[in-house]
């Protein structure tokens, strides 16, 4: 094992930026040695089926199957499904694909049939080619809730796709992950890791409720494996989704500052935009360690750089 190719890597994900660094990561480390818990907080039931979208993006980008355009989906599936149900009366502000709702029935069926979420998970995911191995954060529902401005108190996925991600958030609710047991092999892929990456997503509502299953935050501050994590914050503003309304709302600075703040007590070091370069300086205040880089994910040659840059600053760390 050198500094550049720890022996494992655990990195602890949401859905699109966790999937692109995660496809950037198991080209700068040997994929098998990768194990991505996935936060499960914005799973539901739709049309019948269960719902796993992080899982299924994490596993899908890895697959190389993921639809590019819009980051979540299968590249070239159909909608005659939802379009039917439309067609009957139905509501159907979730656009599941064709495909993606096979996948969705083949997890509901093997769930009924007494498989665990994490069996189930992995079976997909050997089916579909991945050699990653990729773990829900529980078996529990785990309901994100996020609390509006107006009291209103309503499922993370109705407030990003249904409502469009409303800014007057006053809260988020992540008690049922704070009550959830972690899924088998969690605690033990995070005891035993050689690195622990935290993708660049959401603060709040992707790495919050994996932080909160039980026991998986001492079980990091436990593990003498440093811990690394991605700015998903760029120039003031996320890249992909609501996180800035989200960490308003909970009352965290919009910036790669306000996430290295947010997360100081469990991290050892940080790796931020070029962009945000003035800000190493008071990060580094913190007692973090910061690399500067470019940590826009266009294609899977920068996201290997990002990856880069965190095994090397985690390199430093040991």
Same mark, same amino acid.
């Given at each position: 094992m050198?500094e ?5 890597v655990?990195a ?7 999937a692109?660094?995660?496809?950037g990561?198991?080209?700068a ?7 991505a818990?996935v936060?499960?907080?914005?799973d539901?039931?739709f049309?019948?089926v269960?719902?796993a ?6 596993t ?5 199957l ?6 979540f989906?299968?590249?070239g ?17 979730f656009?599941?694909g064709?495909?993606d709702y ?8 093997l769930r ?5 979420l994490?069996?189930v998970?992995?079976g997909l ?5 991945v050699p ?8 529990a529902?785990?309901?994100?809730i996020? #609390? &509006? *401005?107006?009291? @209103? ?5 109705e407030?990003?796709?249904r /409502? $469009? ?13 704070a ?5 088998a092999?969690?605690i ?9 990456a935290v993708?660049?997503?959401n ?11 039980v ?5 990091i501050?436990a593990?003498r494996?440093?811990v690394?994590?991605?700015?998903p914050?760029?120039g003031?503003a ?8 989200l ?6 600075e919009?910036?790669?500052l306000?996430v ?10 940080i790796?931020i935009d ?6 190493a300086?008071?990060?580094r #205040? &913190? *007692?973090l360690a @910061?690399?500067?880089t470019?940590?826009i994910?266009?294609?899977? /040659? $920068? ?5 880069r ?8 760390l040991r």
């Amino acid at each position: 094992m050198t500094e550049a190719q720890p022996g494992s890597v655990v990195a602890l994900a949401g859905g699109v930026g966790a999937a692109r660094f995660l496809n950037g990561l198991t080209a700068a480390v040997p994929p098998e040695r990768v194990t991505a818990i996935v936060n499960t907080g914005d799973d539901r039931a739709f049309y019948g089926v269960q719902v796993a979208p992080d899982l299924d993006i994490v596993t899908y980008t890895l697959a190389g199957l993921i639809d590019r355009e819009r980051g979540f989906g299968l590249a070239g599936d159909g909608f005659t499904l939802v379009d039917r149900l439309a067609e009957l009366g139905h509501e159907t502000w979730f656009r599941l694909g064709d495909h993606d709702y096979a996948h969705c029935l083949h997890r509901t069926l093997l769930r009924e049939q007494g498989q665990s979420l994490a069996e189930v998970t992995d079976g997909l995911r050997r089916t579909l080619g991945v050699p990653t191995r990729i773990l829900p954060m529980s078996e529990a529902p785990c309901p994100t809730i996020v #609390e &509006l *401005g107006s009291g @209103v108190r309503i499922h993370f996925e109705e407030y990003l796709v249904r /409502d $469009r991600a409303p800014r007057d958030v006053a809260g988020v609710d992540l008690s049922a992950a704070a009550a959830a047991a972690p899924a088998a092999g969690v605690i033990e892929a995070i005891a035993t890791a050689d690195l622990i990456a935290v993708c660049p997503s959401n603060p709040v509502v992707s790495i919050g409720p994996v932080l909160s299953v039980v026991g998986v935050r001492d079980a990091i501050l436990a593990s003498r494996a440093p811990v690394v994590a991605v700015s998903p914050i760029v120039g003031g503003a996320p890249i992909k989704g609501p996180a800035d309304p989200l960490m308003r709302g909970i009352g965290l600075e919009v910036s790669a500052l306000g996430v290295a703040r947010h997360y100081r007590e469990w991290i050892d070091g940080i790796v931020i935009d070029d962009r945000d370069a003035e800000l190493a300086a008071p990060i580094r #205040e &913190l *007692g973090l360690a @910061v690399a500067v880089t470019d940590t826009i994910m266009t294609d899977r /040659d $920068r996201s290997a750089a990002l990856a880069r840059s965190v095994l090397a600053l985690a390199g430093g760390l040991r």
